[in-house]
């Protein structure tokens, strides 16, 4: 692979990553429109970094990077007599926390909370704006048949 063409897939892995981050919509059009790129080069440079496990097909047209973290650890949570919060990650962490403590890594992950939770919405109402959008699509097909036919009656 040439320099030129290794920079376009780090421009575009990095662009991916971004807005993939900042939960927008990564799809070709938007990836030429926030690096400049040709949609030829993009086309490219997405094809080489899916076939190289460095991006996911969320849906047709749609992209995500990989995960680049092994698979999830198991967490497990207890609160102890006296405030005391006990949270084991895996077999090889486990954090004591007062209750202090407790609540200064809550006030730390609760951005993060909202932040998931937002994109988590935002993906649903595409999702379902989506499904609508092929329903209503279905529906005047529909209608368009229906009508051509009643013209085709009275044609008749």
Known sequence: MSDEKQSHAEVVLAAVRELHEHGQLVTRDVLAE???LKLSIIDDRVK???????INKRQRGVYEPAAQYGPPRMIFHAVLPGGVHKIEI????ILTLSPHETRT???MLAG???AFTSQELAYQALERNNELSRQVAAVVRRVAKASKAARTQELE
């Open 34 to 36: 926030v690096t400049g």
């Open 48 to 54: 080489h970094l899916t076939d190289v496990g460095m």
């Open 90 to 93: 895996g077999d090889d962490h």
């Open 105 to 107: 890594l809550g006030h």
């Open 112 to 114: 993060a909370a909202l």
